[in-house]
């Protein structure tokens, strides 16, 4: 049988580990889904465009992805986005349509308890 490892990047690592704490703290189940969808291996790490984004959340939403963030695609809508990782076209098309580019960390510290936060794979 294989062994299961979990991501060699120290960032990662200590992201996982910061998801789980926050989960056991907070009784939140959001944070612990998030920190299994980033054990998965980095090859299939998920790769989200904007436009794919724009099409599935609404305006003042607050998203969050276990991945990349690329720039592909348009931005309408003032959407707060935290990720493992951005592009920095798709930086910069965040912050032109008014949203808010976070990392994951960031958005732990703003939002403990999770609400209105929603994954997006």
């Given at each position: ?65 276990a991945g990349k963030v ?17 592009s920095q076209t798709a ?31």
């Amino acid at each position: 049988m294989v062994k299961r490892t979990l991501p060699t990047n120290p960032r990662t690592r200590r992201l996982i580990r910061l998801l789980r704490k926050a989960s056991n703290i907070h009784r939140v189940k959001i944070w612990r889904t998030l920190s299994e969808a980033l054990c998965i291996p980095s090859r299939r790490r998920i790769v989200i465009n904007l436009g794919k984004i724009d099409k599935l959340t609404k305006e003042g939403d607050c998203v969050v992805i276990a991945g990349k963030v690329l720039g592909f695609g348009n931005l309408s809508k003032k959407v707060d986005i935290a990720a493992l990782s951005f592009s920095q076209t798709a930086k910069l098309k965040i912050a032109q349509s008014g949203g808010r580019a976070l990392t994951l960390e960031e958005l732990i510290a703003m939002n403990p308890k999770g609400k209105n936060v929603r994954i997006l794979r």
